[in-house]
Structures are given as C-alpha cells and as structure tokens.
C-alpha cells in the first residue's frame, strides 16, 4: 500500500504545463507539497490530489503576483497573507485561453525559480502507488521503525466511548484523554510505563482504568496517500487480532490545507494530527 514517494525541483509554469496535466494529475493521482518551507514565513505550494493548485504566500508576493485570492484566515493579524487556488482541470486551463495565459505569464514574471516539491503519484481507482517518471524525480523510500514497548499501562476504552452519536461533554474529555494517550504511545513515550517517571518532572497519568500490556508501536515517515492510509486501516479492522489497534497520523505541519480542505497553520490546527 504505501510504496514511495520522489523528490524534484519543478517551476510553478512546470505544474500549470498542459502536458503534465494530462499526463499526471488528469489520468491519476498527484499529490505534490513544496519542501523546506515554512507556512507561517515562506511562500507555500501544493497540489491537493484532486487537481487543485494551492498558493499560500505572503502579501508581497499575493500584491506582486496580481492574481485573485483571498485572505488567509491565518495568522491573527489580518491581511498579511493570502491563499490562490487554481483548478488545474478546468477548461479554463486551455493555452488558449487568457485565464491560463494570465496565470502563466504571472508565474514566469514572479514564481519563476525551481522549487522542491515532494511528490506522491498513485493509480486513481485503488490508491496504489504507481512510478512517477517525469525526469529529474528521484525515488524517496518510506521511513519505517518497530518498537517492543514492555510494561505500559493501557486505558480500558469505555463502551460509551464507542458507536455514540450525541457527543456529551463526559464524551468528549474520554476521547481527548485517549487521543493524548496514543499520540504518546506512537512516540514511545515512557510517561505511559507502568514505572512512569517522578509527578514532580511530569504530571501526566495515564486515564482510568487501565491494565498492564505489552504493546507495539510500527511508525512509517513520509509522505503516504490517504487511500494507503485508509487501505491499512480497513485491513487491520477485518484482522482476527482481539486487542484493541490505533492508527495516529500526523500530516506536514507546513502543508497550506488539513483535513478536509481546510487551510491549515501554525494557528489553527498547526499540529495536524488525527487518530482512531
């Protein structure tokens, strides 16, 4: 499922270019986000899977670019940066166009240096990674660690914590608690050991009840499709194993959209994390 992804230095002209369309985001999957940038400091890029071009940049660049946008709802001082998107498979996006053509010429006149981009190119129908051979696209294999954790308290999930429809506040401080909980577990963290360290250098316990278990913690860094992600989960839910699985994902920090399409930043949201 979850394959690897590449790294290229690409022009925003390059992801506009008909050819690429057509090649990459129009027969299949593209996920592309512009590395070693900062969201909250440095003009942002990506393409969100579904043919969507995604410009987060800073009022500078938004007032020289001189293409419409609207204004980040991050960070809390208003009108300092702004958000452009731009449907790649629109039929507006034909060179013969002036609405492609505007967008063009800007590019070339303001964004016209290469950027590094982190790509992920996978089969439209089942999510499967697939080769991307544009050239210059080195292949970047996944991260992956094990970890044998001994010892560790282990909360009891509460029936009502499962299969609730009306969230009540009793609900909602179980499933935060529990969320705290896995995003330590996933880090290996030794504050949910059974011999946690002194309350005077941490104050965190672990949720009531819990029970002593052995757990194991499989981590896997990089960029990963969300068919992939979503693949994994559905395989380790139909699994015969009776304990109880987390999946914790944490998304880029610098990436200009979260869940859902929402704008993401340091501000709002800024972790990007979820769990289930």
Same mark, same amino acid.
């Given at each position: ?5 590449? %790294?290229?230095? $690409?022009? *925003? +002209?390059?992801?506009? &270019? ?6 990459? @985001?129009? /027969? ?21 899977? %579904?043919?969507? $071009?995604? *410009? +987060?940049?800073?009022? &500078? ?6 293409? @419409?946008? /609207? ?206």
């Amino acid at each position: 499922y979850l394959g690897c992804y590449y %790294r290229i230095s $690409l022009k *925003l +002209s390059d992801l506009i &270019d008909p050819g690429f369309i057509a090649n990459y @985001v129009k /027969r299949n999957t593209l996920v592309a986000l512009s590395a070693d940038r900062f969201i909250d400091a440095d003009d942002v890029f990506a393409i969100d899977g %579904r043919g969507t $071009l995604i *410009l +987060s940049v800073c009022k &500078d660049t938004y007032e020289t670019l001189g293409l @419409v946008g /609207r204004q980040a709802k991050f960070p809390l001082q208003r009108d300092t940066r702004y958000v452009i998107e731009i449907d790649l498979l629109a039929d507006c996006m034909d060179p013969m166009k002036k609405y492609f053509q505007r967008i063009k010429s800007r590019f070339d006149a303001v964004l016209d240096e290469p950027v590094e981009f982190l790509v992920g190119f996978y089969d439209k129908q089942s999510g499967t990674p697939i080769t991307f051979d544009l050239p210059g696209a080195s292949a970047v294999e996944l991260q992956s660690e094990r970890h044998h954790l001994q010892g560790i308290s282990v909360p009891r999930i509460d029936n009502e914590l499962v299969g609730v429809s009306k969230r009540s506040d009793v609900w909602v401080e179980q499933a935060q608690e529990l969320f705290e909980w896995i995003g330590l577990a996933a880090s290996c963290s030794q504050a949910i050991a059974s011999n946690a360290c002194d309350s005077q250098i941490s104050t965190y316990s672990v949720p009531q009840p819990n029970s002593l278990a052995d757990i194991e913690v499989h981590t896997f860094s990089g960029l990963i499709s969300a068919q992939a992600i979503s693949s994994v989960a559905k395989e380790l839910a139909n699994s015969p194993c009776q304990n109880e699985i987390y999946i914790c994902v944490w998304g880029y920090e610098d990436a200009p959209v979260s869940w859902k399409l929402y704008e993401h930043g340091f501000l709002t949201s800024g972790e990007n994390i979820a769990a289930a």
